[in-house]
């Protein structure tokens, strides 16, 4: 069974997912390097995050990270000069080609927070 609109699969038991709140901004972020979750990154860039929940985020890049690729992601706080660094895997990805035939376009991410 998938979500409207989103070809991905989902499972009976992962239906139910927390409350999500809107928040579209752009947030920082850093690719950790396979096995390190440390300050050292290969990749980093901004992203556009969609909503938020207390387990992960949705949100919107121009390349698709690995499937399992840990982030550091920025995470906005109330306060709205402070940012939370934090870790979050890659679940699925999907692009979305907005039309253009030569492939280019954007992709949906899914984000699962890492505790």
């Known amino acids: 069974m ?3 609109g989103l070809d991905v699969p ?3 038991n992962q239906r139910s997912h927390s409350a999500r709140a809107t928040l579209l901004r752009p947030i920082p972020y850093e690719m950790t390097t396979t096995g ?5 990154s290969t990749d980093s860039g901004q992203l556009l995050s ?10 919107l890049m121009e390349q698709p990270p690995s499937i399992e690729q840990v ?4 995470v906005p706080t109330p306060i709205t000069m402070a940012d939370i660094p934090t870790l979050a895997e ?7 080609p907005f039309g253009q035939p030569n492939g280019k376009g954007a992709f949906y991410v899914g984000l699962k927070f890492l505790f």
């Open 50 to 59: 969609l909503n938020i929940s207390n387990g992960g985020m949705l949100v």
């Open 10 to 12: 989902i499972a009976e």
């Open 71 to 74: 982030m550091k992601v920025h």
């Open 36 to 40: 390190e979750a440390s300050s050292s």
């Open 2 to 4: 998938a979500k409207a």
């Open 90 to 96: 890659v679940r699925w990805t999907k692009h979305i």
